[in-house]
């Protein structure tokens, strides 16, 4: 498996983690959802970031 496909495989489990922790806190804590949604768009944004990096890359000559 390559790290671009271990990317793709993670990706929705670790939204639903996100999604469910962020819920949790609405619930357990004084933080509401709507403060802490943010955090969502930091983990798209990682998770984007990590499975572009994991692509391979154009060759020497800018011809892929």
Not at 13 to 40: E, K, N, R
Request: charged share 10%; glycine share 12%; with cysteine.
């Amino acid at each position: 498996m390559t790290s671009n496909e271990l990317v793709c495989a993670v990706r929705g489990p670790i939204i639903l983690i996100t999604v469910g922790s962020l819920f949790a806190l609405d619930h357990f804590t004084p933080w509401g959802f709507q403060q802490t949604w943010p955090v969502l768009l930091i983990v798209l944004g990682l998770l984007t970031l990590l499975g572009r990096m994991s692509r391979p890359g154009p060759t020497a000559g800018g011809v892929s």
